[in-house]
């Protein structure tokens, strides 16, 4: 079983359409959440830490469920600018563990 | 934030040629750096963990003597890929932290290609 499991994608949505993304980690002494967007060919670049209590940054909700090992990242209103690979990691003592990612492209 | 560099960006050699990727950290000390590696619509995959004097920690599966890394200062980390093959052309990045549970800081990634 992979470190941290995410959505297969890829997601092909509507400008202005929502999108939820899902990730599930398997070790439950992990530390830190986080989600990564990372552009065709480019370094990956933080985009919103996880926190239990849930947060939201604009557009963008993030959701940690300790008990289940689940994270989800909720895009409201999406944007062409959008359309990325987006990355769910988490960290356990220091240690970053990569999801696969899922694809998303926001169409006109 | 915090600023990491690569050199090369992109670098493409022959077979069985050695490449040597360098990762800086340009206004922090990384006591800790990481090198991961990304095969096309694959997520990134870690190599190997690097502390600023010793010897690297590399993963399971990951040759150490194909992968030479070298630690030599806490702004400096390098990546040789010795005796390159086709199926190592990927793309290797690099990322640094200061401290144990600190940001990773990543780098901008080199494309290696090998024909």
């Known amino acids: 079983r992979k470190e941290v499991e995410q959505d297969p994608g890829p997601f092909n949505v509507p400008e202005g359409a929502t999108v939820a993304f899902n990730c599930t980690y398997s070790?439950?002494?992990?530390?830190?959440f986080f989600w990564y967007r990372q552009d065709c060919r480019k370094e990956p670049k933080l985009l919103m830490s996880?926190?239990?209590s849930g947060n939201e940054d604009g557009r963008f909700t993030a959701q940690l469920n300790r008990a289940s090992q689940y994270i989800s990242l909720l895009i409201r209103d999406s944007k062409l600018s959008d359309s990325a690979t987006y990355l769910c990691?988490?960290?356990?003592?220091?240690?970053?563990?990569f999801g696969a990612g899922t694809r998303l492209t926001v169409k006109p | 934030g915090a600023v990491v560099s690569q050199h090369p960006s992109r670098v493409i050699c022959k077979s069985g040629t050695s490449v040597k990727i360098e990762c800086r950290s340009l206004?922090?000390?990384?006591?800790?750096m990481f090198w991961y590696r990304q095969f096309p619509k694959q997520s990134l995959m870690l190599m190997a963990t690097?502390?600023?004097?010793?010897?690297?920690?590399?993963e399971q599966g990951v040759e150490k003597d194909k992968f030479l890394i070298n630690h030599a200062s806490l702004t400096l980390s390098t990546l040789t890929v010795t005796s390159a093959h086709p199926e190592d052309s990927s793309f290797y990045i690099c990322?640094?932290?200061?401290?144990?549970?600190?940001?990773?800081?990543f780098g901008p990634g080199t494309r290696l290609t090998v024909l």
């Open positions: 206004d922090f000390q990384a006591t800790t």
């Open positions: 990322s640094a932290r200061l401290t144990l549970l600190g940001t990773q800081y």
């Open positions: 070790n439950s002494a992990s530390q830190s």
């Open positions: 996880v926190y239990s």
């Open positions: 690097s502390n600023e004097g010793s010897k690297a920690t590399y």
């Open positions: 990691v988490v960290t356990s003592e220091g240690d970053m563990r």
